[in-house]
């Protein structure tokens, strides 16, 4: 099971890199001025690049996850809370993929200081969850 925990935080650990480093390209592509159409396009391809294989290390860092549930179970409100930061990370993850495709279709109309503020979501849920793990309040 250490294995299985191990992979599991490298996993997490990776998927939430990419969840740091997406919407600070959005960050970017809100600031590309209007004419610079080569600029948008590269940002667009490096934000479509890293939310696929972001998505591809969510997938095992979620299964190593539930395999953890599996062996060790469900106890403590902790893990509760846990699942439930795990649960607004998923959601943050598909808003991420939302906003780019509003970004590629060009409908999304938000500053590049909104995104700013977008990119400090997930560090606020990476550490609920380090605390969640690691003190185990509940």
């Known amino acids: 099971m250490l294995w ?3 992979f ?3 996993f997490v650990a990776s998927w939430f890199a990419g969840l740091f480093y997406l919407p600070r390209i959005f960050v970017n592509i809100a600031m590309v001025t209007p004419g610079s159409v080569a600029e948008r396009e590269r940002l667009l391809l490096m934000a479509r690049k890293l939310l696929r294989f972001t998505t591809m290390l969510a997938v095992p860092a979620l299964g190593l996850g ?3 549930w599996l062996g060790w179970g469900f106890a403590g409100g ?3 809370a846990k699942l439930a ?3 607004l990370v ?4 598909h808003s991420c993929a939302v ?4 970004l590629a279709d060009n409908t999304c109309h938000k500053s590049h200081r909104w995104f700013r503020f977008y990119n400090e ?3 606020l849920l990476l550490i609920a969850a380090v605390i969640l793990v690691v003190v185990k309040p509940f």
């Open 66 to 68: 539930l395999w953890l």
């Open 121 to 123: 979501v997930p560090v």
């Open 8 to 10: 599991h935080i490298v």
């Open 90 to 93: 998923i959601g943050y993850h």
């Open 78 to 80: 902790w893990l509760h």
């Open 85 to 87: 930061v795990v649960l």
């Open 4 to 6: 299985v925990k191990a």
């Open 99 to 102: 906003l780019l495709r509003k």
